[in-house]
Protein backbone atom coordinates (compact mmCIF):
# COMPACT_ATOMS: atom_id res chain seq x y z
CA UNK A 1 0.00 0.00 0.00
CA UNK A 2 1.41 3.62 -0.71
CA UNK A 3 1.73 6.07 1.60
CA UNK A 4 -1.13 8.13 -0.17
CA UNK A 5 -3.79 5.55 -0.48
CA UNK A 6 -2.62 5.20 3.85
CA UNK A 7 -3.20 8.28 4.73
CA UNK A 8 -6.33 8.55 2.85
CA UNK A 9 -7.93 5.71 4.29
CA UNK A 10 -6.56 7.04 7.65
CA UNK A 11 -8.60 9.83 7.46
CA UNK A 12 -11.48 8.84 5.64
CA UNK A 13 -11.50 5.96 9.05
CA UNK A 14 -11.38 8.75 11.10
CA UNK A 15 -14.14 10.53 9.26
CA UNK A 16 -16.52 7.59 9.89
CA UNK A 17 -15.37 7.15 13.47
CA UNK A 18 -16.73 10.51 14.31
CA UNK A 19 -20.16 10.27 13.32
CA UNK A 20 -20.84 6.49 14.34
CA UNK A 21 -22.24 5.20 17.59
CA UNK A 22 -19.75 2.72 18.44
CA UNK A 23 -21.02 0.37 21.76
CA UNK A 24 -18.70 -0.84 23.86
CA UNK A 25 -19.15 -4.44 24.81
CA UNK A 26 -20.78 -5.75 28.34
CA UNK A 27 -17.86 -5.09 31.41
CA UNK A 28 -16.20 -3.43 28.95
CA UNK A 29 -13.46 -2.37 31.40
CA UNK A 30 -12.76 -5.96 32.73
CA UNK A 31 -11.50 -6.65 28.80
CA UNK A 32 -8.09 -6.30 27.05
CA UNK A 33 -8.23 -4.46 23.84
CA UNK A 34 -5.86 -4.15 21.35
CA UNK A 35 -5.64 -2.32 17.59
CA UNK A 36 -3.79 -2.20 14.42
CA UNK A 37 -2.59 0.86 13.16
CA UNK A 38 -2.89 2.22 9.65
CA UNK A 39 1.44 1.68 9.65
CA UNK A 40 3.73 0.21 6.84
CA UNK A 41 3.53 -3.55 7.45
CA UNK A 42 0.05 -3.34 8.38
CA UNK A 43 0.50 -6.36 10.48
CA UNK A 44 1.81 -5.14 14.03
CA UNK A 45 -0.71 -5.59 16.74
CA UNK A 46 -1.28 -3.53 20.02
CA UNK A 47 -2.45 -5.15 22.68
CA UNK A 48 -3.05 -5.33 26.44
CA UNK A 49 -4.68 -2.17 26.54
CA UNK A 50 -7.32 -1.96 29.12
CA UNK A 51 -10.10 1.08 28.99
CA UNK A 52 -7.72 2.83 31.52
CA UNK A 53 -5.23 3.05 28.88
CA UNK A 54 -7.56 3.91 25.81
CA UNK A 55 -9.80 5.91 27.45
CA UNK A 56 -13.30 6.50 25.67
CA UNK A 57 -13.54 3.97 23.02
CA UNK A 58 -15.36 6.40 20.51
CA UNK A 59 -12.45 9.34 21.20
CA UNK A 60 -9.98 6.74 20.86
CA UNK A 61 -11.09 5.03 17.85
CA UNK A 62 -11.46 8.90 16.44
CA UNK A 63 -8.17 9.41 17.35
CA UNK A 64 -5.49 6.72 16.20
CA UNK A 65 -7.93 5.42 13.25
CA UNK A 66 -7.01 1.70 13.60
CA UNK A 67 -6.92 -0.21 10.42
CA UNK A 68 -8.76 -2.92 13.01
CA UNK A 69 -9.78 -3.09 16.47
CA UNK A 70 -10.55 -5.80 18.80
CA UNK A 71 -11.68 -6.73 22.43
CA UNK A 72 -10.99 -9.90 24.32
CA UNK A 73 -13.69 -12.59 24.86
CA UNK A 74 -12.10 -13.09 28.19
CA UNK A 75 -13.00 -10.77 31.80
CA UNK A 76 -10.15 -9.93 33.41
CA UNK A 77 -8.99 -8.21 37.05
CA UNK A 78 -5.97 -6.27 35.66
CA UNK A 79 -6.78 -6.15 31.63
CA UNK A 80 -3.86 -4.22 30.75
CA UNK A 81 -1.32 -6.66 32.48
CA UNK A 82 1.29 -7.65 29.95
CA UNK A 83 0.10 -11.40 31.11
CA UNK A 84 -2.29 -13.86 31.43
CA UNK A 85 -0.74 -14.54 34.38
CA UNK A 86 -1.17 -11.63 35.79
CA UNK A 87 -4.26 -10.19 34.01
CA UNK A 88 -6.38 -12.53 36.33
CA UNK A 89 -8.90 -14.46 34.37
CA UNK A 90 -12.35 -14.23 35.82
CA UNK A 91 -14.35 -16.17 32.72
CA UNK A 92 -15.12 -15.85 28.92
CA UNK A 93 -17.71 -14.97 26.35
CA UNK A 94 -18.10 -18.30 24.53
CA UNK A 95 -17.74 -17.12 20.83
CA UNK A 96 -17.77 -18.78 17.62
CA UNK A 97 -16.28 -17.80 14.51
CA UNK A 98 -17.72 -18.92 10.91
CA UNK A 99 -15.00 -18.19 7.78
CA UNK A 100 -16.00 -18.43 4.29
CA UNK A 101 -12.43 -19.39 3.73
CA UNK A 102 -12.79 -22.84 5.80
CA UNK A 103 -16.19 -23.75 4.51
CA UNK A 104 -16.51 -27.09 2.67
CA UNK A 105 -16.82 -26.89 -1.29
CA UNK A 106 -15.92 -23.24 -1.04
CA UNK A 107 -12.48 -22.79 -3.44
CA UNK A 108 -11.27 -18.92 -2.68
CA UNK A 109 -10.09 -18.77 -5.84
CA UNK A 110 -12.69 -19.93 -7.85
CA UNK A 111 -16.25 -18.45 -5.88
CA UNK A 112 -17.36 -14.78 -5.70
CA UNK A 113 -17.40 -12.89 -3.01
CA UNK A 114 -21.19 -12.67 -2.57
CA UNK A 115 -21.81 -16.85 -2.87
CA UNK A 116 -19.07 -16.90 0.00
CA UNK A 117 -21.08 -14.79 2.06
CA UNK A 118 -24.46 -16.29 0.88
CA UNK A 119 -22.39 -20.12 1.88
CA UNK A 120 -21.69 -18.87 4.94
CA UNK A 121 -25.11 -17.39 6.24
CA UNK A 122 -26.39 -20.40 5.68
CA UNK A 123 -23.83 -22.05 7.68
CA UNK A 124 -24.84 -19.27 10.29
CA UNK A 125 -28.43 -20.22 10.82
CA UNK A 126 -27.29 -23.92 11.04
CA UNK A 127 -24.93 -22.65 13.96
CA UNK A 128 -27.99 -20.46 15.74
CA UNK A 129 -29.95 -24.06 15.01
CA UNK A 130 -27.38 -25.74 17.57
CA UNK A 131 -26.97 -22.95 20.05
CA UNK A 132 -30.32 -22.19 20.23
CA UNK A 133 -32.15 -25.13 20.14
CA UNK A 134 -29.85 -27.88 21.44
CA UNK A 135 -27.76 -26.13 24.37
CA UNK A 136 -30.84 -23.45 25.06
CA UNK A 137 -28.06 -20.31 25.20
CA UNK A 138 -30.56 -17.23 25.03
CA UNK A 139 -28.01 -14.02 25.79
CA UNK A 140 -26.33 -13.79 21.64
CA UNK A 141 -24.93 -11.23 19.81
CA UNK A 142 -24.62 -11.86 15.71
CA UNK A 143 -22.22 -9.93 14.04
CA UNK A 144 -20.98 -10.05 10.44
CA UNK A 145 -17.20 -9.94 10.76
CA UNK A 146 -16.55 -7.14 8.25
CA UNK A 147 -14.85 -9.79 5.89
CA UNK A 148 -15.96 -12.99 4.80
CA UNK A 149 -17.94 -14.28 8.30
CA UNK A 150 -19.74 -14.22 11.38
CA UNK A 151 -19.41 -14.13 14.89
CA UNK A 152 -21.84 -15.21 17.53
CA UNK A 153 -20.75 -14.24 20.93
CA UNK A 154 -22.98 -16.12 23.52
CA UNK A 155 -22.93 -14.52 27.21
CA UNK A 156 -24.96 -16.68 29.37
CA UNK A 157 -23.55 -17.06 32.77
CA UNK A 158 -23.43 -20.46 32.44
CA UNK A 159 -20.88 -20.61 29.82
CA UNK A 160 -18.41 -18.18 31.56
CA UNK A 161 -16.05 -20.46 33.35
CA UNK A 162 -15.97 -23.45 30.96
CA UNK A 163 -12.56 -24.03 30.53
CA UNK A 164 -10.92 -24.91 26.86
CA UNK A 165 -11.95 -28.36 27.18
CA UNK A 166 -15.71 -27.73 27.89
CA UNK A 167 -15.39 -25.23 25.02
CA UNK A 168 -13.92 -28.49 22.25
CA UNK A 169 -16.73 -30.49 23.49
CA UNK A 170 -19.33 -27.86 22.26
CA UNK A 171 -17.05 -27.28 19.37
CA UNK A 172 -16.89 -30.78 18.42
CA UNK A 173 -20.70 -31.36 19.11
CA UNK A 174 -21.85 -28.61 16.48
CA UNK A 175 -19.14 -29.91 14.29
CA UNK A 176 -20.63 -33.56 14.15
CA UNK A 177 -17.47 -34.96 15.10
CA UNK A 178 -17.59 -38.47 16.34
CA UNK A 179 -21.60 -38.87 16.57
CA UNK A 180 -22.81 -42.03 15.17
CA UNK A 181 -26.05 -44.09 15.31
CA UNK A 182 -24.99 -45.29 18.42
CA UNK A 183 -24.75 -41.67 19.59
CA UNK A 184 -28.62 -41.45 18.97
CA UNK A 185 -30.36 -44.52 20.00
CA UNK A 186 -31.77 -45.49 22.79
CA UNK A 187 -31.67 -49.10 23.51
CA UNK A 188 -33.66 -50.84 26.15
CA UNK A 189 -34.00 -54.68 27.20
CA UNK A 190 -37.90 -55.92 26.45
CA UNK A 191 -39.57 -59.12 27.22
CA UNK A 192 -38.52 -62.02 25.05
CA UNK A 193 -35.03 -62.86 23.54
CA UNK A 194 -33.58 -62.40 20.76
CA UNK A 195 -31.79 -65.72 19.58
CA UNK A 196 -31.30 -68.63 22.16
CA UNK A 197 -29.81 -66.74 24.77
CA UNK A 198 -30.21 -63.03 24.32
CA UNK A 199 -32.43 -60.30 25.41
CA UNK A 200 -34.54 -58.97 23.66
CA UNK A 201 -33.86 -54.92 22.70
CA UNK A 202 -35.85 -52.06 21.58
CA UNK A 203 -33.70 -49.27 19.77
CA UNK A 204 -35.67 -46.24 19.57
CA UNK A 205 -34.30 -43.03 18.00
CA UNK A 206 -33.79 -40.01 19.85
CA UNK A 207 -36.37 -37.47 18.98
CA UNK A 208 -36.82 -34.55 21.18
CA UNK A 209 -33.37 -33.01 20.60
CA UNK A 210 -29.42 -32.69 19.20
CA UNK A 211 -28.69 -35.05 16.48
CA UNK A 212 -31.40 -37.61 16.79
CA UNK A 213 -33.59 -35.04 16.33
CA UNK A 214 -32.10 -34.31 13.12
CA UNK A 215 -31.46 -37.50 12.02
CA UNK A 216 -35.63 -38.63 13.36
CA UNK A 217 -36.97 -35.48 10.81
CA UNK A 218 -35.25 -36.83 7.98
CA UNK A 219 -36.81 -40.04 8.63
CA UNK A 220 -39.95 -38.90 8.81
CA UNK A 221 -39.46 -37.04 5.75
CA UNK A 222 -38.54 -40.36 4.02
CA UNK A 223 -41.39 -41.95 5.28
CA UNK A 224 -43.38 -39.32 3.78
CA UNK A 225 -41.51 -39.24 0.40
CA UNK A 226 -42.50 -42.60 0.23
CA UNK A 227 -46.27 -43.22 1.00
CA UNK A 228 -46.65 -40.26 -2.25
CA UNK A 229 -44.57 -42.25 -4.36
CA UNK A 230 -45.73 -44.97 -6.12
CA UNK A 231 -44.37 -48.78 -5.48
CA UNK A 232 -41.90 -48.84 -8.03
CA UNK A 233 -40.68 -44.92 -7.16
CA UNK A 234 -40.60 -46.21 -3.78
CA UNK A 235 -38.66 -49.30 -4.34
CA UNK A 236 -35.77 -47.35 -6.27
CA UNK A 237 -35.43 -44.93 -3.37
CA UNK A 238 -34.97 -47.44 -0.67
CA UNK A 239 -32.32 -49.58 -2.80
CA UNK A 240 -30.17 -46.26 -3.55
CA UNK A 241 -29.08 -47.34 -0.19
CA UNK A 242 -26.42 -49.58 0.60
CA UNK A 243 -27.37 -52.84 1.58
CA UNK A 244 -30.57 -52.40 1.18
CA UNK A 245 -32.17 -55.56 -1.35
CA UNK A 246 -35.28 -56.54 -2.55
CA UNK A 247 -36.26 -58.60 0.68
CA UNK A 248 -35.41 -55.67 3.07
CA UNK A 249 -37.50 -52.69 0.29
CA UNK A 250 -40.76 -55.37 0.93
CA UNK A 251 -40.33 -55.56 4.64
CA UNK A 252 -39.92 -51.65 5.12
CA UNK A 253 -42.63 -50.87 2.80
CA UNK A 254 -45.17 -53.03 4.42
CA UNK A 255 -43.81 -51.75 7.73
CA UNK A 256 -44.46 -47.98 7.04
CA UNK A 257 -47.88 -49.12 5.28
CA UNK A 258 -49.45 -51.00 8.69
CA UNK A 259 -47.41 -48.50 11.50
CA UNK A 260 -46.19 -45.70 10.49
CA UNK A 261 -46.77 -43.92 14.01
CA UNK A 262 -44.11 -46.48 15.37
CA UNK A 263 -41.60 -44.75 12.69
CA UNK A 264 -42.22 -41.33 13.35
CA UNK A 265 -42.05 -41.91 17.08
CA UNK A 266 -38.63 -43.17 16.95
CA UNK A 267 -39.21 -46.91 16.40
CA UNK A 268 -36.24 -48.63 14.14
CA UNK A 269 -36.87 -52.34 15.34
CA UNK A 270 -40.32 -52.81 12.75
CA UNK A 271 -37.14 -54.14 10.38
CA UNK A 272 -33.35 -54.82 10.56
CA UNK A 273 -32.93 -52.74 7.54
CA UNK A 274 -34.35 -49.83 9.24
CA UNK A 275 -31.19 -49.40 11.04
CA UNK A 276 -29.43 -49.31 7.87
CA UNK A 277 -31.32 -46.45 6.54
CA UNK A 278 -30.71 -44.64 9.80
CA UNK A 279 -27.04 -44.99 9.51
CA UNK A 280 -27.40 -43.53 6.14
CA UNK A 281 -29.51 -40.72 7.23
CA UNK A 282 -27.09 -39.71 10.10
CA UNK A 283 -23.76 -39.94 7.34
CA UNK A 284 -25.96 -37.38 5.48
CA UNK A 285 -27.52 -35.61 8.28
CA UNK A 286 -24.16 -34.60 9.70
CA UNK A 287 -22.31 -33.51 6.32
CA UNK A 288 -25.71 -31.30 5.51
CA UNK A 289 -26.32 -30.00 9.31
CA UNK A 290 -22.76 -29.30 11.06
CA UNK A 291 -21.56 -25.84 11.39
CA UNK A 292 -17.70 -25.67 10.35
CA UNK A 293 -16.83 -23.41 13.10
CA UNK A 294 -13.04 -22.23 13.28
CA UNK A 295 -12.04 -24.57 16.96
CA UNK A 296 -9.21 -22.18 17.88
CA UNK A 297 -11.76 -19.18 18.46
CA UNK A 298 -13.95 -20.70 20.58
CA UNK A 299 -11.58 -22.43 22.67
CA UNK A 300 -9.13 -19.42 23.39
CA UNK A 301 -10.56 -18.09 26.42
CA UNK A 302 -8.27 -15.12 25.58
CA UNK A 303 -9.66 -14.89 22.27
CA UNK A 304 -9.42 -11.02 20.80
CA UNK A 305 -12.45 -10.57 18.55
CA UNK A 306 -13.25 -7.84 16.32
CA UNK A 307 -15.25 -5.01 18.23
CA UNK A 308 -19.00 -4.40 16.40
CA UNK A 309 -19.44 -1.30 14.66
CA UNK A 310 -15.49 -0.72 13.98
CA UNK A 311 -14.58 -1.02 10.43
CA UNK A 312 -12.61 -3.76 8.87
CA UNK A 313 -9.70 -2.87 7.82
CA UNK A 314 -9.38 -5.79 4.66
CA UNK A 315 -12.90 -4.36 3.27
CA UNK A 316 -13.77 -1.08 5.00
CA UNK A 317 -16.92 -2.47 5.57
CA UNK A 318 -18.58 -2.44 9.34
CA UNK A 319 -17.95 -5.14 11.40
CA UNK A 320 -22.02 -4.83 11.94
CA UNK A 321 -23.89 -5.92 14.68
CA UNK A 322 -27.12 -7.90 13.30
CA UNK A 323 -30.51 -8.07 15.29
CA UNK A 324 -32.02 -11.50 15.65
CA UNK A 325 -35.21 -11.50 13.71
CA UNK A 326 -33.47 -9.30 10.86
CA UNK A 327 -30.55 -12.09 9.83
CA UNK A 328 -32.57 -13.72 7.46
CA UNK A 329 -32.70 -10.61 5.21
CA UNK A 330 -29.29 -9.61 6.43
CA UNK A 331 -27.36 -8.30 3.08
CA UNK A 332 -23.66 -7.99 3.85
CA UNK A 333 -22.61 -6.36 0.36
CA UNK A 334 -25.41 -3.08 1.21
CA UNK A 335 -26.08 -3.68 4.76
CA UNK A 336 -22.30 -3.07 5.97
CA UNK A 337 -21.64 -0.33 3.40
CA UNK A 338 -20.86 2.18 5.76
CA UNK A 339 -23.30 5.73 5.09
CA UNK A 340 -20.35 7.61 4.92
CA UNK A 341 -18.42 6.01 2.40
CA UNK A 342 -21.91 6.53 -0.03
CA UNK A 343 -21.77 10.53 -0.72
CA UNK A 344 -19.28 10.65 -4.01
CA UNK A 345 -17.23 9.10 -6.22
CA UNK A 346 -13.17 8.75 -6.20
CA UNK A 347 -10.46 7.76 -8.75
CA UNK A 348 -8.39 5.10 -7.94
CA UNK A 349 -5.58 3.34 -10.02
CA UNK A 350 -6.70 -0.29 -9.82
CA UNK A 351 -3.66 -2.68 -9.64
CA UNK A 352 -5.06 -6.54 -8.95
CA UNK A 353 -8.16 -8.14 -10.31
CA UNK A 354 -7.07 -11.79 -10.21
CA UNK A 355 -9.40 -12.21 -7.37
CA UNK A 356 -12.32 -10.95 -9.28
CA UNK A 357 -14.70 -13.15 -12.13
CA UNK A 358 -13.71 -14.30 -14.67
CA UNK A 359 -10.69 -15.96 -12.95
CA UNK A 360 -8.79 -16.30 -16.07
CA UNK A 361 -8.54 -12.66 -17.35
CA UNK A 362 -6.19 -10.27 -15.13
CA UNK A 363 -7.33 -7.25 -16.94
CA UNK A 364 -10.94 -6.48 -15.77
CA UNK A 365 -13.21 -7.93 -13.20
CA UNK A 366 -16.81 -8.46 -12.20
CA UNK A 367 -17.94 -7.52 -8.11
CA UNK A 368 -21.11 -6.43 -6.79
CA UNK A 369 -21.23 -4.10 -3.63
CA UNK A 370 -23.82 -1.36 -1.87
CA UNK A 371 -27.04 -3.19 -4.35
CA UNK A 372 -25.06 -2.18 -7.67
CA UNK A 373 -22.52 -4.21 -10.06
CA UNK A 374 -19.68 -3.21 -10.94
CA UNK A 375 -17.36 -4.50 -14.08
CA UNK A 376 -13.61 -3.26 -13.46
CA UNK A 377 -10.73 -2.29 -15.03
CA UNK A 378 -7.36 -1.99 -14.65
CA UNK A 379 -5.72 1.70 -14.36
CA UNK A 380 -6.63 4.53 -13.14
CA UNK A 381 -11.07 5.31 -13.07
CA UNK A 382 -13.72 6.85 -10.81
CA UNK A 383 -16.13 4.57 -9.07
CA UNK A 384 -17.78 5.17 -5.98
CA UNK A 385 -15.88 5.38 -2.59
CA UNK A 386 -17.38 2.56 -0.77
CA UNK A 387 -15.92 0.64 -4.05
CA UNK A 388 -12.46 2.06 -3.68
CA UNK A 389 -12.18 2.34 -0.46
CA UNK A 390 -12.57 -1.83 -0.52
CA UNK A 391 -10.47 -2.43 -3.51
CA UNK A 392 -7.93 -0.34 -1.51
CA UNK A 393 -8.03 -1.70 1.67
CA UNK A 394 -7.90 -5.23 0.17
CA UNK A 395 -4.49 -4.26 -1.79
CA UNK A 396 -6.15 -4.27 -5.13
CA UNK A 397 -6.01 -0.36 -5.87
CA UNK A 398 -3.92 2.60 -5.08
CA UNK A 399 -5.56 6.15 -4.34
CA UNK A 400 -4.63 8.52 -7.73
CA UNK A 401 -2.14 10.66 -7.36
CA UNK A 402 -2.24 14.27 -6.49
Known sequence: ????????????????????????????????????????????????????????VSEFLADRRPRHVYFSAGYYETPGAQTMEEKNWQG?????????????????????????????????????????????????????????????????????????????EIVEYIRGVDVGVDQIIDTEAVQGTAGRKSPAEKRTLRTNGGWGRRVHEQLVELVSELQTIDEKQATMRLQSFEGIGTESTTAILRAIQENPDAIKQGNIDLHSAFLKIVRKLTEETIKNERAPIDEPVTTDTHRLIRLPGSLHGGSGLKVQRIDRDEISDFDPLVDAVPEAFTKHD??????????????????????????????????????????????MTRGHAEKEKE
Open 1 to 56: MEDRTRAYLRGRFRDYYRRANVLSPPDAGQREWGYIPFSPDGTTMVRHQSLVDIGS
Open 346 to 391: ITIEITDLSEYPPYDEDSWGKIELGGDSFELTEGLDSYPEYLGVFL
Open 92 to 168: SDLVFDLDADHLPGINPDETTYKAMLTACKDALMRLLSFIEEDFNFTDLTVVFSGSRGYHVHVRDESVKKLDREDRR
